[in-house]
């Protein structure tokens, strides 16, 4: 059975950092396709970054360069490295995993079958 929790969402200041986790269990991160969504109120769910089984990563063009998407196989952990924060990045972050979701898909949320319960991300300005 997979699992995804996240976790190290928080309240920064425009221009922090924060890391987000994501502890899988029931299967082998390294054999999945990973990826990080963000949800903010009234807003539909939206890619944020997605990283395939041979670990290509894709950005959405909002995040490239300030957000770092990483896995650790041995700890069976995927990250979401957010730097530069601005107050539009606040929303629900969720992780999600699917055994193959093609490339194309990476940053859409319906490519994915398995889903976090997120974390939340409040960035003040």
């Known amino acids: 059975q997979v699992q995804l929790v996240e976790s190290g969402g928080g309240s920064v200041q425009s221009g922090g950092s924060l890391v987000l986790s994501c502890a899988a269990s029931?299967?082998?991160?390294?054999?999945?396709?990973m990826g990080w969504f963000r949800q903010a109120p009234g807003k539909e769910r939206e890619g944020v970054a997605g990283?395939?089984?041979?670990?290509?990563?894709s950005y959405a063009d909002s995040v490239k360069g300030r957000f770092r998407i990483s896995q650790d196989n041995v700890k069976n952990t995927l990250y979401l490295r957010m730097n530069s924060l601005k107050p539009e990045d606040t929303a629900m972050y969720y992780c999600?995993?699917?055994?193959?979701?093609?490339?194309?898909?990476?940053?859409?949320?319906?490519?994915?079958?398995?889903w976090g319960q997120g974390t939340q991300v409040t960035v003040s300005s």
């Open positions: 029931g299967y082998t991160l390294s054999s999945y396709c």
């Open positions: 999600a995993a699917d055994i193959r979701v093609p490339w194309f898909l990476l940053l859409v949320p319906s490519g994915f079958g398995y």
């Open positions: 990283i395939d089984s041979d670990g290509s990563t």
